[in-house]
């Protein structure tokens, strides 16, 4: 007993001399033995002091069609690509070799965005991103970077520093990430403290702990689980540790499920374009030809904002937002049942037509609902 309040008050103390990490993002991936509707899941919960957050769809000269959520369409934080390959990127660990080198150096959503663009699978992904750290072209300040990379078949668990890549293959199940590593190979590479080890910890191990909920509860994980999960902001009670899931410096959330049969037309990256408890989730399609304008131009992040300034990141999701993603993912998935048919009969065109048509009519609904 007293050395367990000899540990919780250590941890308060840790936690109230350290200020939040503004890098404290949390991920996961699901696959589709825990799906159970023949697709995978990737989430991101962004976590940085940016509010300027907006989705973006490729530009038509792109080689491969993408969808993603950044603050310019410059790079990708979180996206899909019309192959089906999902990509993510967690802040890492800070470590012996840190990718602080500026000159020439790509960012890792300018990383994200080449391989989007240049990969139709997870494995060309990975070595895709060997091939640019191989080649020192990459900076990310003083800690190195996590990239998760999912497609139809397999995910992948990229930890890395300026000069060392080290991917673990996931292929069912699920798996969560914080801003530690995880690979074992990694370790003796890790320089970060108590606080951004328990920091992270805590985080990755609510995710672990509400995924294993869903599963117990249904059987299954659905996007509506992710998009729960994500706004989780509360620890156990009498918990040192503060910080949840969904806190001050969360700026975005992303679940994108791929379609493992017609992931060209039916994946979909649902976002919230703000702070996940202070807007809603909207689906968008990777076959989106067009999008709502108030989601491009930060209409849509600053309306969340103003929410977040009046509400706080802690604030109560009102009951006619939650109806209204309810509806809108069954919406959707309706549109979707309705595409699969004519994907079947050949009919490519008019699948895309009916789920743009789909998504846009959600869109307008939810900009309405909003006030943008």
Known sequence: MKKSLLYAGICALIFAAVPFAARACTSWMVFSD????????LHKNRDSKSKNIAAFISKPGSKRKWVALNNTDAGVNAGVNTSGLAG??????RC????NVRKGGKDTTVIMRAILESCDTAKQAVAKLEEIIKSGDYHHGDNGSTFLFC???EGYVCELTYKYVSSQRIGRGYTVR?????NPNMYELSRTTLFGHLHSSARAYMALSLLNKAIDTNRKITVADSFAISRHHKMPEKSPMERSLCGKT???GATIEIDREYPEVLSVLYATIGPPRNTLYIP???CAEKLHPAMSDYRWSNAAWKHFDKNSFSATIPEAWSKFEADAVAKLAAAKAEARKLLKSGKRAEA???INAAAGAIWTDAAALLGI
Do not use: C, H, K, Y
């Not at 012996?96 to 990718?99: A, E, F, G, N, V």
């Not at 914080?178 to 995880?182: E, F, G, V």
């Open 284 to 286: 968008i399609p990777v």
């Open 151 to 153: 497609d139809v078949n």
């Open 178 to 182: 914080a801003n530690i590593w995880q």
């Open 34 to 41: 825990l799906t159970r509707n023949n697709t995978n899941i």
């Open 250 to 252: 969360t700026n975005s």
């Open 352 to 354: 895309i037509a009916l």
């Open 96 to 99: 012996i070799d840190p990718p």
């Open 88 to 93: 993510v990127m967690n802040s890492g660990e």
